[in-house]
């Protein structure tokens, strides 16, 4: 899918655990962005980082967390205060606003399920 | 919160028909962008349409834009089965925040 690599593609989870999703380009984009998607809805967004080194809450942020070490990379973390974590999280990169490159491109996505 | 919002949330059409799906949303933007998604897969751009900009042409896809209404269309001519998608508006600031509606469920009918 364009250049991002989301693993695993499917994750079972017990109640309790922190999960790492992960999200790998070579893109060389410097926004990338982590949304959420429950059955039959839009897309939410948890976060997104314009930088390496600085990210910035979306709207449902509560109950995850994530780092931005290296441009390449953006991995989500869901940990045990994240209420109902069941949902199908998506990936996305695109170049900045301001360098014009303003499309998203989807990794393929992640499913986690909490048994 | 969410900042578009599409209209209809489904919509069944016969093969080669025009659908025609709408979105609104809340506040100022610099762009809104159509995407596609398949069941279980990750969405496609389809079409940006810049704030300046009223209508926009891609193939058989059309998109409006009327910001005095905070609203945007986009229609797809001459529908085929390989339409049946979900298909989501965004809209993007310039803190490069994107936000995506809940999206509409295009079926085509054979």
């Known amino acids: 899918d364009g250049g991002i690599t989301q693993s695993p593609k499917y994750l079972f989870r017990k109640e309790g655990q922190n999960v790492t999703l992960s999200c790998e380009q070579n893109l060389n984009h410097d926004a990338m962005y982590w949304y959420r998607q429950d059955p039959g809805q839009g897309l939410r967004l948890i976060y997104y980082?314009?930088?390496?080194?600085?990210?910035q809450k979306g709207d449902i942020a509560e109950g995850y967390s994530v780092s931005r070490e290296k441009k390449e990379s953006f991995p989500l973390t869901v940990t045990s205060a994240q209420k109902n974590p069941t949902a199908f999280y998506l990936c996305a990169t695109s170049g900045t606003y301001s360098s014009g490159a303003n499309v998203l491109t989807f990794g393929a996505g992640s499913r986690l399920t909490v048994l | 919160s969410q900042q578009g919002e599409e209209d209809p949330q489904a919509l069944s059409i016969q093969e080669g028909e025009n659908a025609t799906m709408n979105c609104s949303y809340k506040?100022?933007?610099?762009?809104l962008q159509w995407y596609r998604q398949n069941s279980g897969r990750g969405l496609v751009h389809l079409i940006l349409?810049?704030?300046?900009?009223r209508e926009k042409h891609s193939g058989r896809l059309r998109v409006t834009l009327d910001t005095s209404k905070k609203s945007s269309s986009l229609l797809i001519t001459a529908s085929r089965a390989a339409d049946t998608a979900s298909y989501f508006c965004a809209t993007r600031n310039r803190d490069d925040k994107i936000i995506f509606g809940k999206g509409t469920r295009l079926h085509i009918l054979p």
């Open positions: 506040t100022s933007i610099n762009n």
């Open positions: 349409i810049r704030s300046n900009e």
């Open positions: 980082s314009q930088i390496v080194n600085d990210f």
